[in-house]
């Protein structure tokens, strides 16, 4: 059984990842002329669901979300299955510089006053865009709507444009081999005209390609999100009373990559706890769920010896396992391109006795259960530079 089941995984993935490389592969062998017939289909096909209603979780036919909108419509018109979220759809697309984009791009937001991708719409020219909005979006309107993107409130949420199907407009090297052509028939005077022409073609297209390397560059930038939090430590435990106490301060630095859905990261922390008399480096590895809600454990190194709460028994702190943990988060205050936030975790630190044993239930609780309250500043690292 083992064996058939190992065999029917492999023929599984072979199926998956071939099936990936053909529609990579066909969307790549669209010539410009037919991308361009993809855009307008894809385009008329928003345009007929204008009026519908938004409904969080939906993607048609009746009523649709951001991202239902877009996945429905891009199945119906041209046959392209994308993801089903708007920062899923953002990860699978190619990001392009906004000066490139064309109609049936999508262009993406950040509508939730974090960095994290929330909101998706559909180009269709002269700075307007097709979206599902809820109510609590924009002011022009509510369900499939058009937008404009240079209004106030969207030019502040505006993350980037991404390319799903092949730009529909010839392309420069496609030009540069007509003029090649040309040239040919034209006298030596005017090739070398030409030729200079052409060298100053080259130098901006190479200045052009760096230039949007760099921006491509900004918007992954985005994706990276550091993070610094200063907490008040407290518990209600020892082993003699249930009573409110302080347990010290802590610090952590913090950053997470925030392009997939189950956001990864790393921190390091620095923790003075007065309750047990012990300075402690916590390493944390976490991942982010949403805005609101990180999991977290990894290794801690201490310093000092540990004294068990209310009393003088000396008690050994463990490297590893070290502690694990979970952060709750309110929404965001902006301020600008940072935001901060409340935060409360709940992290249990693990202690045992001198010869290694464990403690007893009670003192393990009186000694690791402890309560972080504090705030967090958050910004992505893009912001550093901005300036230059």
């Known amino acids: 059984m083992?064996?058939?089941?190992?065999r029917k995984f492999f023929c599984f993935c072979f199926v998956f990842v071939n099936s990936i490389a053909l529609f990579a592969q066909s969307m790549t062998a669209m010539t410009a002329a037919e991308a361009q017939v993809a855009r307008e289909k894809f385009v008329e096909g928003m345009k007929k669901h204008l009026g519908m209603p938004y409904e969080y979780g939906a993607a048609g036919p009746d009523s649709f979300d951001c991202s239902?909108?877009?996945?429905y419509v891009a199945k119906e018109s041209i046959n392209v299955k994308l993801p089903r979220t708007a920062k899923a759809i953002y990860n699978e697309v190619r990001i392009i510089p906004d000066e490139k984009k064309e109609v049936g791009d999508l262009l993406f937001f950040r509508t939730m006053g974090s960095a994290t991708i929330s909101h998706v719409g559909v180009y269709i020219g002269d700075n307007k865009f097709i979206s599902a909005l809820s109510d609590s979006l924009d002011e022009d309107g509510q369900g499939v709507s058009y937008?404009?993107?240079n209004s106030s409130y969207w030019k502040e949420k505006y993350a980037g444009v991404g390319q799903f199907l092949p730009s529909g407009k010839a392309s420069e090297e496609n030009a540069e081999k007509n003029d090649n052509s040309v040239e040919e028939s034209e006298s030596t005077e005017q090739k070398v005209v030409k030729k200079n022409t052409s060298a100053d073609k080259k130098k901006k297209a190479v200045n052009k390609i760096t230039k949007e390397k760099d921006e491509v560059t900004g918007y992954l930038a985005d994706n990276i999100l550091i993070d610094a939090s200063l907490f008040f430590d407290w518990s209600l435990l020892s082993p003699r009373q249930f009573v409110f106490r302080y347990r010290g301060i802590d610090a952590l630095a913090h950053v997470r990559y925030s392009g997939w859905a189950l956001e990864?990261?790393?921190?390091?922390g620095?923790?003075?706890n007065s309750g047990l008399k012990t300075v402690q480096m916590p390493l944390v590895f976490t991942i982010t769920f949403n805005d609101y809600i990180r999991a977290y454990a990894g290794p801690v190194i201490s310093f000092k010896k540990a004294l068990l709460i209310d009393t003088d028994k000396e008690i050994k702190p463990s490297v590893?396992?070290?502690?694990?943990g979970i952060s709750f988060m309110t929404p965001p205050v902006e301020l600008g391109s940072i935001t901060l936030h409340g935060v409360q975790d709940v992290s249990y630190t693990i202690y045992n006795n001198l010869d290694g044993s464990t403690l007893s239930f009670m003192d393990s609780l009186a000694a690791g259960l402890v309560m972080y309250t504090g705030i967090r500043i958050v910004f992505p690292a893009s912001i550093f530079g901005r300036g230059k």
Request: aromatic share 24%; net charge positive.
């Open 147 to 149: 937008s404009q993107l």
């Open 270 to 272: 620095f923790r003075y």
């Open 264 to 268: 990864p990261g790393f921190g390091l």
């Open 2 to 6: 083992k064996g058939k089941f190992i």
């Open 68 to 71: 239902g909108l877009i996945y």
């Open 320 to 324: 590893f396992p070290g502690l694990v």
